[in-house]
Every structure is written in structure tokens, then in C-alpha cells.
């Protein structure tokens, strides 16, 4: 899979280096093409927001920037991916979508936002265009996200899991990220035992106890 981001704070992207994405780099797996938006701005200082038609806070990244760092990426592979706290909401179904793809472009809008017509323009020369969110809270910009979701998507590519028993076991619950609580050694940690069911070797009684602790544990946390 190639991935291109394009962001005017190509630095965000320094931890793709590193861990389970640095690895699937160097087996071949994932490319990483970051893009400096500031390299296409046109105008002698470089800028790339003005304000926006009608009024209003804050300044919108412009066009015709945009125009040029996107059209040299995009082809009939390519899904882009506008980074925006109005976009759809990120989740384990679209992680698993977006890893099946072969090209993804993100978007990385700071500021209020990227110019509408770029979303526009793409969608009308019939490329796969995507506005999403990874939650219901506010970033900076879409730099953050855009880390969160390669992550997500990432892992899910067949190679890039050292183990790929635990993606088998992931996806088991149909939710696919609902986890039950997890214990290693020692047997004992400050007066806390480990439960009882998970040393009995018993694998049925262990898979139900954990099914259960897995509801359990989402109610909590609803
Ligand atoms: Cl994708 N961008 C920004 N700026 N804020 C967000 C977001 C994205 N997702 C949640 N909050």
C-alpha cells in the first residue's frame, strides 16, 4: 500500500518510523510519502490560508495550494482522505475498508479548514473522496488523526502483524475491538490473583468467562 499525506507540519510525521509501521516500511509492505503543502504555496510568502468569503473566525487553507500538492498524487488508485472534525466518524469497519486500498492520499487541514471546492473538484473527476473525524472533540489539525487512522488501517494489512493470531482473535467478536481483561505474571501482583478460571487450562470455560468480562467491561465504559 502507498500512503501520502500532505500537511504544512511534515515533522507530525516523524513516528512513522518507528515500531510496527517503521518495520512495515522497511519489509516493503506500507511507502510513506509525506508532502510539504508550503512547497506548492504560490504566493512570496508562502502563504497557504486567507479568510473566508462571508466572514467569521479563523482563516481557510486555500485552493489552489491544495490543487497543486494533490494533483500529482491522485489517480484512478487513489482514495482521498480530507482530515475534518465534521467528517464521518472513524471506527474499526472503516480501518478495516482503508486497509484493503492500495493508494491513500490524507488530507491534513489546519486552521478552519480546506477550501470546499477541493473536496469538490476531486469527487467531480470521479475520485474516492472521504471527510472523516477521528472523534468528537477538536485537534489543531488533521496531522494527529491522520497518525491515529494510518495506525489503525496499517496493522490490519496481511504481513504487517508480527502475530496474526491476535488480528484472527480481534475480529472473533463481531465488533472486532471489544477486549476482554488480559493478566501475565507474577500469579500474585500487591494482593491482587490472577482470576482463578484462567489458570485452570479448562479453554472453554476460559472463552466464555472471557466473552462475558468483554460485555461486562463495555458497560462500564459506555
Ligand atoms: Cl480529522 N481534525 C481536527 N482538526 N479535529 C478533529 C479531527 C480531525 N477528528 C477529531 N477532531
Same mark, same amino acid.
Given at each position: 500500500?502507498?500512503?501520502?499525506?500532505?500537511?504544512?507540519?511534515?515533522?507530525?510525521?516523524?513516528?512513522?518510523?518507528?515500531?510496527?509501521?517503521?518495520?512495515?516500511?522497511?519489509?516493503?509492505?506500507?511507502?510513506?510519502?509525506?508532502?510539504?503543502?508550503?512547497?506548492?504555496?504560490?504566493?512570496?510568502?508562502?502563504?497557504?490560508?486567507?479568510?473566508?468569503?462571508?466572514?467569521?473566525?479563523?482563516?481557510?487553507?486555500?485552493?489552489?495550494?491544495?490543487?497543486?500538492?494533490?494533483?500529482?498524487?491522485?489517480?484512478?488508485?487513489?482514495?482521498?482522505?480530507?482530515?475534518?472534525?465534521?467528517?464521518?466518524?472513524?471506527?474499526?469497519?472503516?480501518?478495516?475498508?482503508?486497509?484493503?486500498?492500495?493508494?491513500?492520499?490524507?488530507?491534513?487541514?489546519?486552521?478552519?479548514?480546506?477550501?470546499?471546492?477541493?473536496?469538490?473538484?476531486?469527487?467531480?473527476?470521479?475520485?474516492?473522496?472521504?471527510? =472523516?473525524?477521528?472523534?468528537?472533540?477538536?485537534?489543531?489539525? %488533521? #496531522?494527529? $488523526?491522520?497518525?491515529?487512522?494510518?495506525? &489503525? +488501517?496499517? *496493522?490490519?494489512?496481511?504481513?504487517?502483524?508480527?502475530?496474526?493470531?491476535?488480528?484472527?482473535?480481534?475480529?472473533?467478536?463481531?465488533?472486532?475491538?471489544?477486549?476482554?481483561?488480559?493478566?501475565?505474571?507474577?500469579?500474585?501482583?500487591?494482593?491482587?490473583? =490472577?482470576?482463578?478460571?484462567?489458570?485452570?487450562?479448562?479453554? %472453554? #470455560?476460559? $472463552?466464555?468467562?472471557?466473552?462475558?468480562? &468483554? +460485555?461486562? *467491561?463495555?458497560?462500564?465504559?459506555?
Amino acid at each position: 500500500m502507498k500512503i501520502d499525506a500532505v500537511t504544512i507540519f511534515p515533522e507530525y510525521f516523524a513516528p512513522l518510523k518507528l515500531s510496527l509501521l517503521g518495520k512495515a516500511q522497511e519489509s516493503g509492505i506500507v511507502e510513506f510519502g509525506i508532502h510539504d503543502l508550503r512547497s506548492f504555496a504560490t504566493n512570496v510568502h508562502n502563504q497557504v490560508d486567507d479568510t473566508p468569503y462571508g466572514g467569521g473566525a479563523g482563516m481557510v487553507m486555500m485552493p489552489e495550494v491544495w490543487g497543486k500538492a494533490l494533483d500529482p498524487l491522485m489517480s484512478a488508485q487513489s482514495d482521498l482522505i480530507i482530515l475534518t472534525p465534521a467528517g464521518r466518524r472513524f471506527d474499526q469497519p472503516m480501518a478495516a475498508k482503508f486497509s484493503k486500498a492500495s493508494h491513500l492520499v490524507f488530507a491534513c487541514g489546519r486552521y478552519e479548514g480546506i477550501d470546499d471546492r477541493v473536496r469538490q473538484h476531486y469527487l467531480s473527476k470521479n475520485h474516492r473522496v472521504h471527510e =472523516v473525524s477521528i472523534g468528537d472533540y477538536v485537534l489543531g489539525g %488533521g #496531522e494527529v $488523526a491522520s497518525l491515529v487512522m494510518i495506525e &489503525a +488501517i496499517t *496493522r490490519l494489512i496481511p504481513g504487517v502483524l508480527g502475530n496474526p493470531e491476535s488480528l484472527a482473535e480481534e475480529s472473533h467478536n463481531q465488533e472486532g475491538y471489544l477486549e476482554y481483561p488480559s493478566f501475565t505474571k507474577p500469579q500474585n501482583w500487591r494482593d491482587i490473583p =490472577v482470576p482463578e478460571i484462567l489458570l485452570s487450562g479448562n479453554h %472453554g #470455560e476460559i $472463552a466464555k468467562w472471557r466473552a462475558a468480562q &468483554a +460485555i461486562e *467491561r463495555a458497560k462500564e465504559n459506555l
